[in-house]
């Protein structure tokens, strides 16, 4: 049996007045995954467990089978693992938004326009963020550049007492109640706000502002941890496990419980990834030895957050017709048994912006497992709400998707 997870990062949504009052699984066009809902299994999983952040360090932990009330350390640390940052006991890791904020006010202030600064490339922003380290960092403090506006700050024996904010969650509002607090929050408020003046007039930043895009003028500190320490996937569930991503939180998930990571030339964690060439890598996987593939996707996250309507429901289509059709077809193709979870990690409701804790809809087929074609059964928040299963524990879906019980 091969086992292939297609997920789209925050596919989920509520009815938008734009897609005539429905999400866009309900509007986009997806005749693979229609197919697939009527033969296989549909349901609801709660990816994120009461009282924690919807975030998707959380929600993937949960997919991938790992509760994160006894392995969550932060989100952080699993990008320090994926840039490989060596971190030490005592260290404290730090996600480093490079941001766009407003002008021309003091900087509490200031408003928070954009979490990604126009989707910086990563050889702009990796300039930026040799400039921060040679500006701001110290004996126990650096910072190492990451892939777009994603980026890492580590302090050495810091304090992990803080009250920290996503800068997704807070578009287009004055920072002031948002800023660093806890135990020394002066020091990161104080590098936050140092940040705007040595940025803002950086070379790359005038040029991005001449050509209408928007600068990456500050930096944002949030997503703190500590090292994190998963047991492997390989003894825990006896299977060989691969990770295809272009983002390095879920890279780094997939280091710490020693899967594979399998890197896709084009891969770029938003509308313009290349989608056909990461179904082509977990065939590839499959066939050199690898039992299971877990493909992740970020455009309809980002597209979610930037309140992009079309764009969202594009990126769900091309999944369905450069993923899951081109998946499907070549695991047919190879005549063996095989068995295929579609789902999102967490909603992103285009009207919200940011995350939401509400449980998401799952697909699973299994191809040793015929089933009457039920065209009635569909792959979307409310089609999957009224098959009556839940999954309550994000955690177990994986032992339904690879056993049949949770």
Known sequence: MKYVIVLGDGMADYPVAELNNQTPLQYADLPTIRDLAGRGRVGLVKTIPTGMSPGSDTANLSVLGYDPREYYTGRSPFEAASMGVEMKKGDISFRCNLVTLS?????????????????????????????????????RIKFYPGTSYRHLMIWEGGPNRWRLTPPHDIIGKQINPYLPSGEESGVLFTMM????????????????????LNPANSIWIWGEGTRSALPAFNDKYGLRGAVISAVDLIKGIAYCAGMKVIKVEGATGDI???????????????????????????????????????????????????????????????????????????????????????????????????????????????????????????????????????
């Open 193 to 212: 706000e140092k940040s705007f003046p040595l940025l803002k007039d950086q070379e790359i930043n005038r040029d991005r502002v001449s050509r209408g």
């Open 272 to 406: 313009d990834t290349n989608y056909a060439g990461k179904a082509e890598a977990a065939l590839a996987a499959l066939d050199s030895g690898e039992d299971l593939v877990f493909i992740h996707i970020e455009a309809p996250d980002e597209c979610g957050h930037q309140a992009r309507v079309k764009q969202k429901v594009k990126s769900i289509e091309l999944i369905d017709r450069l993923v899951v059709r081109a998946v499907r077809e070549g695991l047919d193709r190879r005549c063996g048994e095989y068995s295929l979870l579609i789902l999102p990690d967490h909603a992103t409701p285009l009207s919200l912006r940011t995350h939401t804790s509400d449980p998401v809809p799952f697909l699973l087929y299994r191809s040793s497992e015929p089933r009457p074609v039920n065209l009635e059964q569909k792959f979307t928040e409310e089609g999957a709400a009224r098959t009556g299963l839940l999954v309550e524990e994000g955690h177990h879906l994986m032992d339904l998707f690879l056993t049949g019980t949770d």
């Open 103 to 139: 002008d021309g006010e003091p900087y509490k202030e200031k408003q928070l326009l954009d979490y990604s600064a126009g989707e910086i490339s990563s050889e702009e922003s990796a300039e930026l963020i040799t400039t921060i380290n040679e500006y701001l960092s110290s004996d």
